[in-house]
């Protein structure tokens, strides 16, 4: 029986170049993959896979109003659905791919953050832990060396920022992957010297 996948990591973690590795391992074996992306991610052009190690791909540009489960409808011998940047996706698109594994027997392998820069959680990657078969973190590290679990937001003198929207697409140059007690610290550093000005 097929499975929802949920790959999840802090900025940094490799997600994207997991779900390349993933569709040439699928493709080498001679099974289609339906590569997906949200279209909001265009940072490296719309539809585009990228790997900070410099692997790429171009995948389809999904909409928020995207009906998957259409989409898939009209594609013919696909083996394997790979989703980057999931946390994008709106819960319906979640639930869209959750019918896909359920009536088509088709594996969805879903890469993307928990949460974001106030460490909330994405509409998409809530809807995954909550119907996902499987739930796997990709680990990355805090530069003191322990787990990073925080995708800190950072302005261009490498400020950590606490306020703005939800979702701002940026790389390394706007996010920086911490561990918890280093962006707190950090945080607090940063009111301490306002604070003396």
């Not at 590795?21 to 001679?30: A, C, D, V």
């Not at 990073?148 to 701002?168: F, K, S």
């Amino acid at each position: 029986m097929a499975k929802l996948y949920f790959k999840y990591g802090a900025m940094g973690s490799s997600k994207t170049a997991s779900a390349l590795i993933t569709k040439f391992n699928y493709e080498e074996r001679g099974m289609r993959v339906w590569l997906i992306k949200p279209a909001l991610d265009d940072r490296d052009g719309v539809g585009i896979l990228r790997s900070r190690i410099g692997l790429e791909a171009e995948g389809y540009a999904v909409l928020p109003q995207t009906d998957l489960f259409a989409e898939y409808a009209l594609r013919k011998d696909i083996h394997v659905i790979i989703a980057d940047e999931c946390q994008f996706f709106t819960a319906e698109q979640i639930d869209q791919l959750r019918r896909i594994v359920d009536e088509y027997d088709i594996p969805v392998l879903c890469f993307g953050l928990r949460t974001d820069f106030l460490t909330n959680l994405f509409a998409g990657s809530r809807r995954l832990f909550e119907v996902a078969d499987s739930i796997t973190e990709i680990k990355t590290i805090c530069a003191c060396g322990k787990k990073a679990i925080v995708n800190a937001r950072i302005d261009a003198e490498g400020r950590i920022l606490t306020d703005g929207g939800q979702i701002m697409i940026g790389g390394n140059d706007a996010y920086v992957a911490m561990c918890h007690s280093c962006w707190k610290r950090a945080i607090k550093r940063q009111a301490d010297e306002a604070a003396q000005k």
